[in-house]
């Protein structure tokens, strides 16, 4: 690591949517009298709408009865009540209260240059999911009446702001869960830990492959990845480009419906594909519950026990979107279809008890319309438990679209062909939704954009009766819907819309979740910037010599180079030759010992009821939890598993009986449990190196003494810790201007001096009973002496180089933790003094003859602290260097085969 890099440095509307079509005169139904008066209604309404719009940006979709007709606001129409079937209900679009005061005045924004960045990749996104219309790129919706419909998109569609707290849902309005920090990390390490060994076939993902968008576009690519896994790499680029500078971890989901989370997860927000709809105002009727017996089926993700409020994103866009484009080469005129329902699909085993309420519904569709003359439903596939009358033959999306009406029922979660439908001149007849997507299912409305059926599928015929004894009002459905789809992927304004959304969220969740603290302390900080090089990279040591420099000598060992070490797989032997080796009791932890990790020993110790134990080894145990718990498994995508075990990252899986983070059997059905990493660990309680360094055997420790070359160096949490981040916010209410000091050295308690040493610059600084008042007392003086004790790091030396005072030392350090004291340089980082400390009075001349350079000094070893501890991606590297350390030793001591 080169502290100067010898070069330079650099520091660090309104819509236009296409012409206004002219309004045209639709001929006169009724009498000349009657056709003014709705006339004359429908334009103070519709005037009256578009102010309130103007007045407020939001979508107000209402509807206002008028006699016995419903007037819907966004269609700009009247809807007969004796045209619409008793059961239905018109109601208002599930619209998202705004509750931002200045949606512009952000705490977090990205940048143009990150902006740009995500326009160059959104629009190759666009084209390889094949969102482009065909065979004309600029084709528009045949619409046979404009005055039916609003001719603004900004009038018939979500703005961009209803759309961001649509997709975040209850996040939006979330700023109470840090997606950051150690209760972040030890409530997800094993999901992050899964996802690092596993990538995209774990069950819950966090930063999958760190979201690097050159790794994330590999995968997609990959052709060794199952191909329901790739195109979700490739979309989630758009999360690796937007939150290249964020700060929160990202949770995430690959594949269908959602996963399983515990209450300690569902904390979080997670991005996935759908969210289920449960306190949906939209359409809803008891008659349209869909019993099996006495028990109605209800939509089982709003149980508050599994209930997960996603935040939306347009994942597997070509499967759900890309298909949608070809809707018009392959459509027909509305007046040229067939007046028949049509439905194919898969059959589901509906013996099973594991069958889902889709697979009823579609059994039921079927198996009620066997003989029907208006409803061609089958399944396309043919199955070992299929009935043979229920199986037809099976139609392309040509082939359904010769039909005026085609029904769509969810499968794994929303119907991947819902979109293209509403899209086409068909009238696609709908259950009630129980998932929402990009598309926003749950604000399409009944008669608005789609006819509902219901879910035992009795009112099938019923409903095409309907709809062919009311070809206007039907026709008007399958034109809402075209173009609410039109206006969703392919009006002009809908790519830069979505790129717009896209980055709105990323800005919002990066700001309720995000570490912003580190603005504030990079503004307090005290540096010329222009002198120190403005690439952090070149001010502190990369990950990987952080991982080589914590590891030592073990970072290349091999389990088989030495015939004398212990092996560390953890089998009945290994762990009895280890206890017999270890010098105590590993029933117990006690001060200054080693022993051997296991979950259940530090569960227990951990326990704040626990009288067994100190609270200094309480907060010792609860600080290895949870990265020294053996009995950790990770849940891995079933549908994939037997690809999975013959790739290499499915070498040496070892299969898990029960789940170390569920309480019950949850997901046991949909995937395969396997352990993370049981290799043997011992950990070091104290000052242990007089026993480890006789050990050939790696343990644990937080600090390591020079001769010590069996220690790695691990952050354990104990009182007054060398690595105590809340030593360094004292810093920020009690140090001052480097010039405002007193021009003198001060060092704590005076104990560490030699008996014969006598300075005139050297005040010793007693301790008290409160350190916040001792710091502040030692920060009014310009050098700090950092002594080194006889069997421990300095634990001061954190807050001593973050402030703006210089700190002297010895240039030699006999003890290193996590806080790489060997890699502070002197004259540097420090003023070195001789080992004595004889040099004291003439080191602080010098500094007081050369103020400038001992200002750079202390700069220098504030900003070492600033970068390892409190940088926006401070926390990034160093729970990456925790992982790295954690893969090399499982490599070198896992097990073999």
Not at 34 to 52: G, P, Y
Not at 216 to 230: A, G, H, R, S, W
Not at 349 to 378: C, F, G, P, Q, R
Request: charged residues 25%.
């Amino acid at each position: 690591m080169i502290y100067y890099t010898g070069k330079e440095q650099e520091f660090g509307g309104q819509r236009v949517g296409g012409k206004t079509r002219h309004l045209r005169h639709h001929a006169a139904r009724r009498t000349i009298l009657a056709f003014l008066i709705l006339i004359a209604i429908q334009t103070i309404l519709q005037r009256s709408f578009e102010e309130i719009y103007v007045a407020t940006s939001r979508v107000n979709v209402s509807h206002y009865h008028n006699g016995g007709d419903l007037f819907h606001m966004r269609s700009g129409n009247f809807i007969s009540s004796e045209h619409a079937p008793p059961s239905s209900l018109m109601l208002d679009m599930h619209a998202v209260p705004n509750n931002d005061d200045n949606d512009d005045d952000t705490i977090y924004t990205i940048g143009d240059e990150v902006r740009n960045e995500y326009k160059q990749w959104h629009i190759l996104a666009q084209n390889l999911s094949h969102i482009q219309l065909q065979p004309n790129k600029n084709w528009t919706p045949t619409i046979e009446n404009w005055s039916n419909h609003p001719q603004l998109r900004s009038h018939r569609f979500p703005s961009i702001i209803e759309r961001v707290q649509y997709y975040m849902g209850p996040w939006y309005n979330t700023t109470s869960t840090p997606m950051y920090g150690s209760t972040f990390h030890n409530d997800m390490y094993i999901h992050q830990m899964s996802t690092r060994k596993y990538g995209p076939y774990a069950s819950i993902l966090v930063n999958l492959y760190n979201l690097n968008r050159d790794a994330l576009y590999d995968c997609y690519e990959n052709n060794k990845i199952p191909q329901v896994f790739t195109p979700y790499c490739r979309d989630y680029i758009d999360l690796a480009i937007l939150h290249a500078e964020g700060t929160a971890n990202i949770l995430h989901f690959i594949g269908d419906g959602l996963p399983y989370m515990n209450e300690e997860m569902r904390k979080y927000p997670i991005f996935a594909k759908v969210r289920p709809i449960c306190d949906n105002d939209g359409f809803r009727d008891d008659t349209m519950d869909y019993v099996i017996g006495d028990e109605a089926m209800d939509n089982e993700m709003c149980q508050p026990n599994n209930r997960i409020d996603s935040i939306l994103l347009p994942l597997n866009r070509k499967r759900h979107y890309g298909v949608v484009s070809s809707v018009p080469a392959n459509d027909i005129p509305w007046e040229q279809k067939v007046g028949k329902a049509v439905w194919r699909g898969k059959y589901g085993d509906i013996i099973t008890h594991n069958a889902s309420i889709n697979e009823y519904m579609k059994y039921a569709l079927v198996s009620n319309h066997l003989n029907s003359t208006v409803v061609d439903a089958k399944f396309s596939k043919s199955t070992e438990h299929a009935p043979h009358n229920m199986i037809g033959q099976y139609m392309d999306m040509k082939a359904q679209l010769q039909h005026k009406y085609i029904i769509s029922i969810e499968g794994n979660d929303v119907s991947s062909g819902l979109k293209w439908m509403l899209f086409s001149n068909s009238v696609v007849f709908v259950p009630p939704f129980t998932m929402s997507s990009w598309a926003m299912e749950d604000i399409l409305q009944p008669f608005v954009h789609y006819i509902p059926i219901k879910r035992d599928m009795s009112n099938v015929e019923a409903m095409v009766q309907w709809a062919e004894s009311h070809p206007d009002e039907t026709k008007l459905i399958s034109e809402r819907s075209t173009l609410f789809i039109h206006d969703l992927l392919f009006h002009p304004e809908a790519m830069g819309d979505e790129r717009e959304v896209m980055t709105r969220m990323m800005e919002r969740f990066e700001q309720n979740f995000g570490y912003a603290e580190w603005k504030r302390r990079r503004s307090s900080m005290r540096i010329d910037w222009s002198k120190h090089p403005s690439d952090r990279r070149d001010r502190i040591p990369s990950v990987e010599e952080r991982v080589r420099y914590f590891m030592g000598k073990w970072y290349h060992k091999n389990s088989n180079d030495d015939n004398d070490a212990v092996s560390m797989q953890r089998t009945r032997s290994n762990l009895h030759s280890l206890s017999r080796l270890l010098p105590l009791n590993n029933d117990v932890i006690s001060g200054d010992s080693l022993f051997l990790a296991s979950g259940n020993l530090l569960t227990e110790c951990a326990n704040q009821n626990s009288t067994t134990y100190s609270q200094d080894i309480r907060q010792f145990c609860k600080s290895s939890l949870p990265h020294f718990d053996e009995r950790h498994t990770a849940d891995l995508k079933s549908n994939s598993f037997h690809r999975l075990r013959k790739s290499k990252m499915g070498l040496n899986m070892k299969f898990a009986n029960e789940s170390s983070w569920t309480k019950d059997d949850k997901q046991s059905k949909d995937a395969k449990r396997v352990l993370l990493d049981d290799t043997i660990k011992i950990l070091c309680y104290g000052e242990c190196s007089r026993v480890g360094r006789r050990l050939n055997v790696p343990y644990f420790t937080g600090y390591r003494r020079r001769n010590d070359e069996n220690a790695i160096l691990w952050p354990f949490v104990v009182k007054n810790n060398a690595f105590d981040i809340a030593t360094v916010r004292w810093n920020d209410v009690s140090d001052m201007d480097f010039e405002d000091k007193l021009p003198r050295a001060v060092m704590k308690g005076g104990f560490d001096l030699p008996s014969t040493y006598n300075s005139k610059m050297l005040e010793v600084a007693r301790e008290t009973s409160n350190r916040v008042d001792h710091i502040r007392a030692m920060l009014s003086y310009r050098y700090l002496l950092a002594t080194e004790p006889d069997s421990d790091v300095n634990k001061d030396l954190l807050w001593m180089l973050r402030s703006t005072s210089v700190v002297f030392m010895p240039a030699q350090r006999n003890v290193s933790s996590w806080l790489m004291e060997e890699f502070l340089q002197p004259n540097v980082h420090f003023v070195p003094i001789a080992p004595d400390y004889s040099d004291i009075d003439e080191q602080i001349r010098w500094c007081e003859n050369n103020i400038d350079e001992v200002k750079l000094i202390s700069e220098r070893s504030t900003l070492f602290v600033y970068d390892i501890l409190l940088d926006r991606n401070s926390e990034k590297d160093n729970e990456e260097v925790k992982f790295q350390v954690m893969e090399r030793y499982a490599g070198i001591f896992g097990a073999t085969t």
